[in-house]
Antibody, heavy 120, light 108 residues
Framework: EVQMVESGGGLVQSGESLRLSCAAS????????MNWVRQAPGKGLEWVSF????????DYADSVKGRFTISRDNGKNSLYLQMNSLRAEDTAVYYC?????????????WGQGTLVTVSS | EIVLTQSPGTLSLSPGERATLSCRAS???????LAWYQQKPGQAPRLLFY???TRATGIPDRFSGSGSGADFTLTISRLEPEDFAVYYC?????????FGQGTKVEIK
């Protein structure tokens, strides 16, 4: 069974940093691209970042470019999101989401999410 | 950036009725790379369709997806109680990948 479990969320002050982790299981992690997608409380979905299976193609939404860094460790079946200079508008549930193939942009499975709250 | 506009915002229907959800793009979605997701309260989204009309694994055939170019539709032929949820479309042909704002299907 494909499973992703996010961790690292919490309450931080504006301007601080946080690192999210996503532990994947039930599939060959090194063969799939990965994404972070967020959802502000009561709002819709916003794609945040993408990394391909080997980590040499990375993409960000403009809203986080220069502040967030996505990375992965295929040996540990883990995905990460380093979030710096956090703002109130970054408050959201952050989902780890699997791409449908090595470099594919389609998202086919989602974790349950971790809540990040940024206090101003 | 491709903007996706979903309509209506809310659809109030009874179990057994037909639901028709629209997703319109601000420009043509290349290769019809348009997906639909279902999200229930407190849960992660679930993939329903990709490539506009290809049903994901385990999705019942009362759900259908159609459309091409910039105009896409999700249809639920007969609503079951478990189908009341929020539905999002997403394009994955251009970066940034963008989502529609969602259509809530609620019990009338």
């Amino acid at each position: 069974e494909v499973q992703m479990v996010e961790s690292g969320g919490g309450l931080v002050q504006s301007g601080e940093s946080l690192r999210l982790s996503c532990a994947a299981s039930g599939f060959t992690f090194s063969s799939f691209s990965m994404n972070w997608v967020r959802q502000a409380p009561g709002k819709g979905l916003e794609w945040v970042s993408f990394i391909n299976s080997i980590g040499d193609k990375i993409d960000y939404a403009d809203s986080v470019k220069g502040r967030f860094t996505i990375s992965r460790d295929n040996g540990k079946n883990s995905l990460y999101l380093q979030m710096n200079s956090l703002r109130a508008e970054d408050t959201a549930v952050y989902y780890c989401a699997r791409g449908s193939g090595a470099g594919h942009w389609l998202i086919d499975y989602w974790g349950q999410g971790t809540l990040v709250t940024v206090s101003s | 950036e491709i903007v996706l506009t979903q309509s209506p915002g809310t659809l109030s229907l009874s179990p057994g009725e037909r639901a028709t959800l629209s997703c319109r793009a601000s420009q043509s979605v290349g290769n019809n790379f348009l997906a639909w997701y279902q999200q229930k309260p407190g849960q992660a989204p679930r993939l329903l369709f990709y490539g506009s009309s290809t049903r994901a694994t385990g999705i019942p055939d009362r759900f259908s997806g159609s459309g091409s170019g910039a105009d896409f539709t999700l249809t639920i032929s007969r609503l079951e109680p478990e189908d009341f949820a929020v539905y999002y479309c997403q394009q994955y042909s251009h970066s940034p990948r963008t989502f529609g704002q969602g259509t809530k299907v609620e019990i009338k």
